[in-house]
């Protein structure tokens, strides 16, 4: 029989279309919807959506489609309003309507269809109605009862984020989609507004004629800002009246009226299962994505285009709420971090409004990450060639092409190859034919600046017999071997060498034979910050160093600089990330030292600094010195992105030329927030808020991302692992794929004859020369 009772908990877009579809797909299935609220009680006033989920509902319901048609309000401009200074960006392509005129369509639906409506009813909770119906479906938003009530199978975790918002409408329609900037005396404060109904036809959310149409304003700002504008003790109209007078010169001086608007702090809702037996989680309820990338209502209308399919395709239930759950759980998760990225990007905005307008306006479109150089620059040419221009970029350079002086040393490009541990040496450190061909294939691919892997500083700092090192007379002279073939036949590539000593993470077998796993045999004794196994009942307890064994180990970093220095390095980079020795020291969760070396982040980063102070003053002055930290452990009482600063800080202040952000790998248990460039915004805080160079790595894979990050100002070097082991020439064929031939990429002579993309076989068919009638 499949699916032919369903309930439906909730009657916002997702679960009115969801009915909708549902019994457009087999008019005799049952289909009963309840709403609480009155048909025309709604929260907010325009509705964004996207040409991709507008042509999804035009091939599963034209009528439908038609009807959104009709009303839709269109525009292609983004205007970016800065310091008074008005910024458009063009291409862009947005399509809204007023919310309660979408409640209206999709209710005129539901009853042309016959489902039933019943408003001002609360549903019976969702077991009650699994006992009667085949398929209960739950759209009752973001304060789901149906979740909360099954939140030990949903597994739902609730995220509530730093800013405060309200959702007003002005009646009149911007030109533009607009975002605006206000610096108050209390703070920054943005306002987001999009028109949604236009002046020929409009009409106000509550009925009323609105001849000049009708735009939704957001306007939102820090809860601490939010607080010292008193706006916490205002009520709705004074709320309304406060932000109308901010964006007076937006508003032309009109009004701004309300709905039952109230100050919100966002909520991001995720949920490890969508269903559970015949309930199933949709929109809201299941997930929400902050509104400044307009995905909310998006997201829940494809929700319910997908379940439809997913029903239509699969006859058994469970196969088709987990066939629902499997397409769609990828989309939200992606679109989830975009989203965050894009609030969090809003949440620090103070730390952005002193860049140039032109930059502050690029790094606000490419925020979330899914807008990026090269897109952007096919949107509207004019506008990136004008940021480009203000930001010093030649003419006909991408700006990963650009050169960045970092201490007395000037690298002719932004592309770093990230340390990468080989485990490829010698039993006792050496480095050997492996690594010249290695970091040589790479010096020659055209990157900035090759780094080494961790070289560690001592046979017992090492991570596993594979590791190389700097501390006998002949890895000097191995490592001396690689610098000269860079500088020889790489010519204008630097190359640094990064220095560590592995602490609790040491004594464990190659990466392939097991990663973190200790020798089956000959293992050597660990040290650490304090006595705390990586993998309790796993790893090896270490031994809590003494202050005489800091300074012995002290002194082993100062012997390998000085060995790295006359082996020919361009810089060194002192590793205090990823939870080896130095990190160990960082963390509070693997300092629990009581003496002057534990306790507060002060005392934590006390040896690290000794280290770097002493290393520093035996390389040479001409060559610069980064550091390496993990901006955030992952773990609950670990290293926050707010210690990180001062991390960031207190190493600046003692001489580094740059900080290199990476993040984790301190304690087994963490939780990373994987995703595209996700530890650039760590890179970015330190970078705008402390005015250090940083170097971003992590999941940063294309040229365009590059591109993107450097002229956006959220990094000065991108550091790419992966994808210098993929391709060894990564940025010379970015170059070539860019049409790129400056000094930036120079190919090495016997290469290029290489330079330009391979020709491939012809795919298109000669075009008809005629047509006759």
């Known amino acids: 029989m499949g699916v032919r009772k369903v309930a439906v908990i909730g009657g916002g877009p997702g679960g009115l279309y969801a009915a909708a579809l549902l019994k457009r797909l087999d008019p005799r299935r049952d289909i009963t919807v309840w ?56 291409g862009h392509g947005f399509a809204a309507l007023g919310r309660r005129t979408l409640l209206r369509i999709l209710h005129e639906r539901c009853r042309s269809l016959g489902v039933r409506l019943n408003f001002r009813t609360q549903a019976p909770p969702a077991a009650e109605l699994a006992a009667t119906h085949d398929l209960v479906i739950a759209a ?41 900037i206000a610096e108050t005396g209390h703070g920054v404060v943005q306002l987001h507004g999009y028109p949604y109904a236009r002046a020929e036809s409009g009409s106000r959310a509550d009925g009323a004629a609105a001849p000049d149409g009708a735009s939704t304003v957001i306007v939102e700002m820090r809860e601490d800002v939010w607080r010292r504008a008193g706006l916490d003790r205002c009520d709705e109209r004074e709320s309304a009246d406060w932000c109308a007078k901010v964006f007076a010169d937006a508003l032309g001086g009109r009004p701004l009226r309300s709905d039952n608007s109230a100050w919100i702090a966002f909520r991001t809702v995720v949920n490890e299962r969508w269903s559970h037996g015949r309930t199933v989680l949709l929109g809201d309820a299941a997930h929400t994505a902050h509104f400044s990338i307009g995905s909310g209502t998006k997201l829940a209308v494809e929700d319910a285009l997908a379940l439809a399919a997913c029903l239509e395709e699969h006859p058994a239930l469970p196969d088709a709420l987990a066939a629902y759950e499997a397409e769609r759980q990828p989309v939200v998760a992606s679109t989830q971090r975009a989203a965050r990225a894009s609030l969090e990007w809003f949440e620090d905005l103070a730390e952005y409004v002193g860049q140039p307008s032109r930059r502050f306006a690029f790094n606000l479109l490419t925020r979330s990450r899914r807008v990026t150089h090269d897109n952007l620059r096919l949107r509207d040419a004019d506008f990136v060639a004008a940021v ?106 630097a190359v640094g060498v990064q220095l560590g000593h592995s602490g609790r993470k040491g004594s464990t077998r190659l990466m392939w034979e097991g990663i973190d796993q200790p020798l089956p045999d000959g293992n050597w004794p660990l040290v650490a910050a304090s006595a705390l196994p990586y993998r309790p009942g796993v790893n090896q307890i270490p031994h809590a160093l003494t202050e005489p064994e800091l300074t012995d180990i002290r002194d082993e970093f100062v012997r390998s600089a000085q060995s790295a220095a006359r082996a020919g390095f361009d810089l060194l980079e002192l590793h205090c990330a990823h939870g080896y020795l130095l990190s160990g020291f960082l963390s509070p969760l693997t300092n629990r030292r009581t003496d002057a070396y534990g306790g507060d982040l002060t005392a934590r980063l006390r040896f690290p600094l000794e280290v770097f102070d002493a290393v520093r003053a035996v390389w040479p002055a001409d060559r610069p010195m980064t550091v390496r930290i993990s901006a955030t452990d992952w773990a609950e009482g670990g290293t926050t992105a707010e210690d990180a600063v001062e991390i960031a800080r207190a190493f600046a202040a003692h001489g580094a030329a740059a900080i290199d952000v990476s993040t984790g790998q301190v304690v ?25 160079p940083v170097i971003t790595v992590g999941a940063v894979s294309s040229w365009d991302d590059v591109n993107s990050l450097i002229l956006a100002g959220r990094a000065d070097l991108c550091a790419l692992a992966r994808p210098h082991l993929y391709d060894p020439h990564w940025t010379l064929h970015a170059a070539a794929e860019q049409n790129y031939t400056g000094p930036g990429a120079p190919w090495p002579l016997p290469y290029r004859a290489g330079s330009r993309t391979p020709p491939t076989g012809r795919t298109d068919a000669p075009k008809p020369r005629l047509t006759l009638g």
């Not at 009303?71 to 292609?76: A, K, L, T, Y």
């Not at 007395?408 to 039993?427: C, E, I, K, Q």
């Open 140 to 180: 009752d938003g973001v304060h789901s009862l149906t979740r909360a009530a099954h939140a030990d199978v949903f597994g739902p975790r609730v995220t509530t984020h730093r800013c405060r918002y309200i959702w007003l409408a002005a009646d009149f329609a911007f030109d533009a989609f607009r975002f605006e």
């Open 668 to 692: 087994p248990d963490e939780r990373p927030d994987y995703g595209r460039s996700y530890q650039t915004p760590f890179a970015d805080r330190i970078r705008n808020r402390l005015g250090v």
């Open 35 to 90: 709403e609480r609220n009155a048909p025309d009680d709604t929260f907010g006033f325009g509705v964004v959506l996207s040409d991709e989920t507008l042509g999804g509902i035009e091939h599963a319901d034209p009528q439908v489609y038609r009807a959104l048609q009709r009303e839709f309000v269109r525009w292609d401009d983004i205007d970016i309003v800065h310091r008074g200074r008005t910024l458009t960006s063009g």
């Open 388 to 493: 480009e221009e203000e930001a010093g970029v030649p003419a006909g350079t991408p700006p990963m092409f650009t050169p960045f002086r970092l201490g007395g040393l000037t690298l002719r490009n932004r592309v770093v190859v990230s340390p990468m541990d080989m485990y490829s040496a010698d039993g006792d450190g050496t480095p050997g034919d492996f690594h010249l061909v290695h970091l040589g294939a790479r010096a020659l691919g055209g990157a900035g600046l090759v780094l080494t892997e961790m070289v560690c500083v001592s046979p017992e700092g090492r991570i596993t017999p594979g590791c190389t090192g700097l501390y006998k007379p002949e890895h000097e002279t191995a490592w001396r071997r690689v610098t000269d073939f860079v500088h020889a036949q790489a010519p204008g590539t």
